[in-house]
C-alpha cells in the first residue's frame, strides 16, 4: 500500500538517495549528501514539513517519490519574509528510475496542490522561475531556478499527466573558461569611455536572492562612464552551490541579473560587460561561467552567443490551466 505523508527529520538519507540515482546529471548537483540537502533546502525560509511531500510504501517502508511545493516573495527587494500565497509552484518532483506510474505521479501532485491551495494559491506553476523559486537554487538548473529540465523526463511526464501546460521556455548556457578569450575589437574604444568596478561578497539588492546565494560569494560588476561617473550597466555572479560538484565536478559561477541603462543598449556595453566578467571570473581559477535566457530573447542570445557560450540544456516552466486547478479544493478523504 502506498501513503503519502508529510516530511520528517529522519527523512534526507532517503530523499537525497532518490535524487543521486533519479536525477539527470546535467544542471544538477550530484551526488548531494544529506548535510547538503539539509542547508540548502530544509534550510530555507519558507520551508514547511507540509509542503515536502512523500510516497512511501507500507509493506517495506521504501520511499518511491516526493514532490515538493513552495511560495515565492512578495517582494523579492520589498519588506522581507513576506511570501506571495497568493500563487504556488510544484518546485521539485523526484521518484525512483524507470517508475512509470500515473497513479504515484497524479497522487504526489495532487497533494502538492492541496497543500498549495490551503496556503491561499489560486493559481499553480510546476518548476519556477524567479522570484517563484522557493527551493533548489543551485542545486538544480543553471545559474538561477530554470523551471523544469528537459532531461529531467519524469518530472515532465508527471507534469502533463496532471494537466499543466507549457508557459515559458529557459535555454542554459556555458562558457568554457579554458577556451581563449573572445576578440573585441571595440574593447579599446570602449574602455576610454567606461570603468568597471567590481565589489565580491556583496550584499544583494534584495533579501530574497540574499537568503538564496548570500553566502555563496555574490560578486557585483558594474561599468561606470567616466565622464559622468554613473553606472550604465551592471550583473552578477555567484559560486553556484558553494562549489558542491554539478554533474561533471567543475566548478560554475552563475551569470545573473544583466542590465544595460536603456539609454546605453546596442552600443555594445552589455557585451563589454560580459566579457570583462568572464575575464574577471576566469583569474578566480572557475571552470565554467553559466547563464540562462528565455528563449525568445534574441538579443541576448547572439550577445552569450559572440562570447563563446554555448546551449546546454533547456528547461520549461509549466502552469495549470484555471478549470483544472479547481480540484485542488477537494481533499482526500482520511
Known sequence: MTIFRAFLNSDPPALVDLWNRALPERAVVRPLTPHE??????GRIGFDRHGLILAEDTDSGRILGF???GFGPKQPCGPSHRLDTAMGTVAMFVTEPGRDDSDLEMGLFLEAERYLRRGGAEVFYAGGQPPLDPFYRGLYGGSEF?????????????ALRAGYQPAARTLLLEADLSRAEPR??????LRRQVRMDFAEDARTPGWWDALAIGLFRPTRFELIEKTLNRPIARAWTWDIAGGFGVGDGRSRAGLIDLEVDPAFR??????HLVAEILRHVRHQNTDVLTAQTSVENTAALALYHSLGFEPVESSTLYRLPAEVAERSRIERSA
Open 37 to 42: 540537502f539539509d542547508a540548502l533546502v530544509i
Open 67 to 69: 514532490v515538493h511545493a
Open 146 to 158: 530554470a523551471g523544469i529540465l528537459d532531461s529531467h523526463a519524469a518530472f515532465t511526464r508527471a
Open 184 to 189: 573585441d575589437p571595440k574593447a579599446p574604444l
Open 266 to 271: 546596442r552600443k555594445g556595453f552589455g557585451r
